[in-house]
């Protein structure tokens, strides 16, 4: 395996770089995919990696050390949502324009992040995603379990009804966002569990925040992270919930 470099390494020449791009990477049990998460990034991707480590019971922590990352730990596991909160908190404080969030478990591209920041670094977005059927594409065929595949496009088409959006993919873990969105949005007061995804989602909608999705491609290993089905269908109950409250609000304005 190739040296790491380190997260101060990451830079772009400043006449390319106009704004501080941090990659934060919410992490549990993720010693084993970490390392070529990292080796998979673009060499001029962003300025600062930051790993926020759920207290993984692995050696996450030590090989984050070693790469040379920013490395924030939990003492005690504060879910998926609660990861992502300090994720945001810790890239604003490293003084980021724009935070990537990239999985360190390697179902998402890391060559996609310079496609994710793009569109926030020309300022025609605050929010951006990848999204795994843009384009007409077909997960599946990257891995994608089937039924995984028909709730994310059942959802989805819900989702869209209920909101008046247009999206392929309403589910994807691969985000980047602005400072100014990030700065408005009441992240804190969200749910630490997985449905975090569903209210920042709903808040750049509502908020009339420009997104845009960029295609990226899938892939599931046997180290991917996922949750069950159990979790699943009570994140899509929650997930259409709020979508449903939030296009009444919207109504009464």
Not at 42 to 50: G, K, R, T, W
Not at 161 to 173: M, V
Request: net charge positive.
């Amino acid at each position: 395996m190739s040296a790491m470099p380190k997260a101060g390494q990451l830079q772009q020449p400043a006449a390319a770089r106009t704004k501080r791009v941090v990659v934060a990477m919410p992490a549990y049990r993720a010693a084993r995919t970490l390392e070529k998460t990292v080796n998979a990034l673009p060499a001029n991707a962003a300025d600062a990696l930051l790993l926020v480590d759920d207290a993984s019971p692995d050696d996450t922590v030590a090989v984050a050390n070693r790469l040379g990352l920013q490395v924030r730990v939990h003492p005690k596991n504060l879910g998926y949502g609660g990861n992502q909160k300090t994720c945001y908190d810790e890239a604003l404080r490293l003084g980021a324009d724009i935070v990537v969030l990239l999985h360190p478990d390697f179902q998402y591209d890391p060559r996609a992040v310079p496609a994710l920041v793009a569109p926030i670094m020309a300022g025609r977005a605050d929010f951006t995603f990848g999204s795994r059927f843009a384009g007409g594409a077909d997960p599946r065929l990257g891995g994608m379990p089937l039924y995984r595949y028909i709730g994310n496009k059942l959802t989805t088409t819900l989702m869209n009804a209920l909101l008046g959006t247009q999206f392929t993919e309403t589910h994807s873990g691969f985000k980047a966002y602005s400072r100014r969105f990030l700065e408005a949005a009441p992240y804190r007061t969200y749910s630490d569990d997985f449905v975090f995804d569903t209210q920042i989602l709903l808040e750049a909608v509502a908020g009339g925040f420009p997104i845009q999705e960029v295609p990226i491609p899938t892939r599931y290993t046997e180290e991917s992270s996922s949750i069950g089905i159990r979790r699943s269908l009570r994140y899509i109950e929650q997930s259409l919930l709020l979508a449903w409250q939030t296009r009444h609000e919207r109504r009464r304005r």
